[in-house]
C-alpha cells in the first residue's frame, strides 16, 4: 500500500483528535454521565484560567516539576550507572542477582511509609518515591544493552589494544548500547511523571497534592486541568528529550 503522505496524516490525527473531544463532549450532553462525573471539554478552559488567576497552577506546577527533574536525574544516572557495570562483570550481576529479584517486584507505593518516615512530608520524600519508579526501567535497560553488545567488537578493542575496562567501557561498550539506553531514558521520562502523581498523595505540594485535594470535593473539572496539564508536559518534555536524541545520535545515521 502507498504510504500516506505527511499533511494527510498530520490530518487524521487531527481528526482523531477532534472525534474524541466530540465524543467526550457528548457524553455528558446526552446525559449518559452527570457533568459532576465527567466534565466537558467545553468546561476547562474556563476551569483552567481560574487555577491560573488563583496561581494555585504555578505553584502546582513548579513543584512537581523540581520533584519531577531532580528524581528522573537521579533515579535515571543511578540505574543507567549500576546497570553498566553488572553488565560488564558477570561476578557482580551474580552478586546482585536475588536482591534485583526481591526488590523489583515492589511497586513504588509500597515504599511511601518509609518515605515518609526516612524524610517526612517533603519534597525529599517525592523524590525518593519518583527515584525508585525509574531506577528499575533505566537498570534493566542498561544491563540488557551492555550484555547485547557484540563480542566481537570486544575482541576488536582488545586488539588494538584498548584491554582496560575504561578504555573498552568508552570505545566500545557505551558508543554500542547508548541507543538501547536512550529508549529506556525516554521510557522513564514518562514512568517519572506516573511517579510524581504517586509521591505527592500524601500531602506534598503538586500536582498530585491539588488533583487530590480537588477529587475530594468533587472538583472534577479541576482533576482534568491537571491531567492534561501532565499530558502537555510530559509531550513538551518528550519532543525536547527526541530532538536532543536524534542530534546526539547523527553519527550513528
Known amino acids: 500500500m502507498p504510504k500516506p503522505s505527511q499533511s494527510k496524516r498530520l490530518l487524521l490525527a487531527f481528526a482523531g483528535v477532534a472525534a474524541f473531544l466530540l465524543l467526550w463532549e457528548a457524553v455528558p450532553w446526552f446525559g449518559l454521565v452527570r ?3 465527567l466534565p466537558p471539554p467545553s468546561a476547562i478552559p474556563e476551569t483552567f484560567w481560574r487555577e491560573v488567576q488563583s496561581g494555585a497552577w504555578h505553584t502546582a506546577v513548579l513543584s512537581s516539576l523540581g520533584h519531577y527533574l ?3 536525574f537521579l533515579g535515571s ?19 546482585t ?7 523489583r517486584p515492589i511497586p513504588g507505593l509500597a515504599w511511601v511509609p518509609f518515605a515518609i518516615i526516612w524524610f517526612g512530608v ?7 518515591i519518583i527515584v525508585v519508579g525509574v531506577f528499575w526501567i533505566n537498570f534493566f535497560a542498561a544491563l540488557g544493552a551492555v550484555q547485547a553488545v557484540d563480542r566481537d567488537l570486544i575482541e ?12 573498552k567501557l568508552f570505545k566500545v561498550i557505551l558508543p554500542a548500547s547508548v541507543s538501547p539506553i536512550m529508549a529506556g531514558l525516554r521510557t522513564g521520562l514518562g514512568q517519572a511523571w506516573m ?20 477529587s475530594s470535593l468533587l472538583a472534577t473539572d479541576i482533576v482534568v486541568v491537571y491531567m492534561i496539564t501532565m499530558a ?5 518534555i518528550d519532543s525536547t528529550f527526541v530532538a536532543v536524541r536524534d542530534r546526539l545520535l547523527r553519527w550513528k545515521a
Open 156 to 167: 576488536l578493542a582488545d586488539a588494538f589494544g584498548h584491554r582496560g575496562p575504561v578504555a
Open 122 to 128: 517533603t519534597p525529599s520524600a517525592a523524590i525518593f
Open 70 to 72: 531532580w528524581g528522573l
Open 232 to 236: 502537555v508536559l510530559y509531550g513538551i
Open 35 to 37: 457533568p459532576i462525573l
Open 195 to 214: 511517579a510524581v502523581v504517586a509521591a505527592e498523595l500524601f500531602g506534598v505540594p503538586g500536582l498530585g497534592q491539588r488533583m487530590m485535594q480537588a
Open 97 to 103: 542477582s536475588w536482591v534485583v529479584r526481591l526488590l
Open 77 to 95: 544516572f543511578l540505574g543507567v550507572a549500576l546497570g553498566v557495570l553488572a553488565g560488564m562483570s558477570r561476578s557482580l550481576e551474580d552478586f
